[in-house]
């Protein structure tokens, strides 16, 4: 039974012998009911308004054809990006850490000894002062 379609008594419709067998044949292929096979065609029609006097091919053709163009517009420009900002500004960023002089860092190896001054040499400078000459 179709789910939602459980009260509803059935209609005949007057279709010729060969489309019956083939519409059957569909239905078995789409796993569905008859009924339910008609209601998805219809929707399908009248979600996408395609006419089923028109032939859908073309245009999902023509469909296809514009998204390629599409794609490979924007693929150009992204190129033209890369090649006109993106690889100028890596260079000229690239050559100022190159020109940057590197930091000399000296090791500590050994610890180097500030000279104090020697008391001595302070009594030394302070007795010449004192004494006359």
């Not at 924007?74 to 260079?91: F, G, L, M, S, Y």
């Not at 000229?92 to 000279?115: D, H, R, V, W, Y």
């Amino acid at each position: 039974m179709d789910k939602g379609y459980e009260k509803e008594r059935f209609e005949s419709l007057k279709i010729k012998v060969s489309v019956a067998k083939k519409f059957r044949l569909f239905c078995k292929k789409m796993s569905k009911s008859q009924s339910m096979t008609l209601q998805l065609m219809l929707d399908f029609f009248e979600e996408n308004g395609v006419s089923p006097n028109e032939s859908i091919g073309p245009q999902i053709q023509t469909l296809e054809n514009l998204i390629k163009k599409r794609i490979n517009g924007v693929i150009a420009i992204v190129k033209d990006i890369e090649k006109n900002q993106t690889k100028p500004t890596v260079a000229m960023i690239q050559s100022l850490f190159e020109q940057a002089p590197e930091k000399q860092t000296t090791l500590i190896l050994e610890k180097k000894e500030l000279k104090k001054p020697t008391q001595s040499s302070y009594r030394e400078n302070k007795k010449s002062e004192l004494e006359p000459d």
